[in-house]
T-cell receptor, first 113, second 115 residues
Framework: GENVEQHPSTLSVQEGDSAVIKCTYS??????FPWYKQELGKRPQLIID?????GEKKDQRIAVTLNKTAKHFSLHITETQPEDSAVYFC????????????FGTGTQLKVEL | ETGVTQTPRHLVMGMTNKKSLKCEQH?????MYWYKQSAKKPLELMFV???????ENNSVPSRFSPECPNSSHLFLHLHTLQPEDSALYLC??????????????FGQGTRLTVV
């Protein structure tokens, strides 16, 4: 089955700096890579996703890159703000198999003033 | 507000109790999922229902019994649980449509404590 590894487990940045979280996956059949943000006591919510037919996707301050050859994908947050503080999870799935997401272990991001 | 609703939000049960978790989605999706979120562990997929048919059971102990009476409702029946089963149980739904498959939308979760 799929195995997703995520690093770092904790990340502390100063407000305004950039943050980068990296994930690797093992199953070359995976073609869908979402990123979820989970604030304390709340549900995971999708912030951005990328499918295997593109290498990069951007949405305002958030971008995701995908390297299919190396089987890794990364989340980039620029101009970080205190409200970006949360746990971020990467995931991988093969959509033809029913969107069964395999999650990484999460990254606790703390944006300090 | 999310289209996936879970009840109850919190549950404390003894090891000999029987209880059920409920999930309802109002998004018109055809697939529903149960995930378990424990401290310092990734979200673990437990069960998948696609068009009301169970398509995945990730080696989940039989003390967890899912039920999907229709594409909008999903239950997780619990009996004779162990303290290590204490966790946040998250329900999710998505629309399975090949390459057009949507993201998974999560409910708020049920915080379960087994005493």
């Amino acid at each position: 089955g799929e195995n997703v590894e995520q690093h770092p487990s904790t990340l502390s940045v100063q407000e305004g700096d950039s943050a980068v979280i990296k994930c690797t996956y093992s199953d070359s059949a995976s073609n869908y890579f979402p990123w979820y943000k989970q604030e304390l006591g709340k549900r995971p919510q999708l912030i951005i996703d990328i499918r295997s037919n593109v290498g990069e996707k951007k949405d305002q301050r958030i971008a995701v890159t995908l390297n299919k050859t190396a089987k890794h994908f990364s989340l980039h947050i620029t101009e970080t703000q205190p409200e970006d503080s949360a746990v971020y999870f990467c995931a991988a799935a093969e959509t033809g198999g029913g969107n069964k997401l395999t999650f990484g272990t999460g990254t606790q991001l703390k944006v300090e003033l | 507000e999310t289209g996936v609703t879970q009840t109850p939000r919190h549950l404390v049960m003894g090891m000999t109790n029987k209880k059920s978790l409920k999930c309802e989605q109002h998004l018109g999706h055809n697939a529903m999922y149960w995930y378990k979120q424990s401290a310092k562990k990734p979200l673990e997929l437990m069960f998948v229902y696609n068009f009301k048919e169970q398509t995945e059971n990730n080696s989940v102990p039989s003390r967890f019994s899912p039920e999907c009476p229709n594409s909008s409702h999903l239950f997780l029946h619990l009996h004779t649980l162990q303290p290590e089963d204490s966790a946040l149980y998250l329900c999710a739904s998505s629309q399975i449509a090949g390459v057009r498959t949507t993201e998974a939308f999560f409910g708020q979760g049920t915080r379960l404590t087994v005493v």
